[in-house]
């Protein structure tokens, strides 16, 4: 069962636009979120984060939306640069010792 | 200086040869574990080890065993490769036990059998 799903697995912007990652969620139970960012040939690297009690939380050019009722979230990057290409998962707690992750989303920021 | 290092980065095999993936962290954390990451993308957990005690097994076959001589390394050894076996798989530590704690990955192995 997947309790965390990314259903884009790639997205294409152009640099300078707005990028918009998807992530849906079924346990209503999940009380922190995470965005982890990979680049080709390396490990996830954590990117942004949210709790339950929070429905944004904004990083520099990073902010993660949350909306409890439709169980979603959504990592905005804007402007969105070169450097962003990358993979990017969405992940949730799951029981006391481990994540969840999605399938991630490929991100292509074109210059 | 790598935070989490997994040795070797690539390696190919022959099916029903045993093989072994070491990871190693220099962040001082209790708790270290082994994800794959399947054809399909998808990342899941295998094992979790705090203070080299087994915390998570997932149902993964025996023929997978994690060993924790310190806190500091946990490696995989895989017995009687098969085919399905092909994958990445990440060795990632954290701070605490507990999943808010953030995870720190190394930058995975790629196994390949043939």
């Known amino acids: 069962d997947q309790q965390v799903k990314q259903n884009s697995p790639s997205l294409s912007v152009q640099e300078g636009r707005i990028s918009i990652l998807n992530c849906d969620y079924t346990n209503s139970m999940f009380d922190y979120f995470l965005w982890y960012k990979k680049y080709p040939a390396e490990g996830p690297t954590f990117l942004i984060s949210i709790s339950s009690i929070k429905d944004k939380n904004e990083d520099g050019r990073f902010t993660v939306f949350l909306n409890k009722s439709a169980k979603h979230l959504s990592l905005h990057i804007v402007p969105s640069q070169p450097g962003d290409s990358a993979v990017y998962f969405c992940?949730?707690?799951?029981?006391?010792?481990?994540?969840?992750f999605g399938t991630g989303t490929r991100l292509k920021v074109l210059a | 200086d790598t935070a989490v290092s997994q040795t070797p980065k690539y390696l190919v095999t022959q099916m029903g040869n045993d093989k072994s993936i070491k990871c190693e962290q220099n962040l001082g954390h209790d708790t270290m574990y082994w994800y794959k990451q399947d054809s399909k993308k998808f990342l899941k957990i295998m094992f979790s080890?705090?203070?080299?005690?087994?915390?998570i097994n997932e149902t993964v076959p025996n023929r997978f065993s994690p060993k924790s001589p310190d806190k500091a390394h946990l490696n995989l050894h895989i017995n009687s490769l098969e085919l399905g076996d092909s994958a990445v798989y990440f060795c990632?530590?954290?701070?605490?036990?507990?999943?808010?704690?953030?995870?720190?990955f190394g930058s995975g192995t790629r196994l390949t059998v043939v």
């Open positions: 992940a949730a707690p799951s029981g006391t010792y481990k994540y969840i």
């Open positions: 990632a530590s954290s701070q605490g036990l507990g999943a808010n704690y953030g995870y720190t």
């Open positions: 080890y705090n203070n080299k005690e087994l915390i």
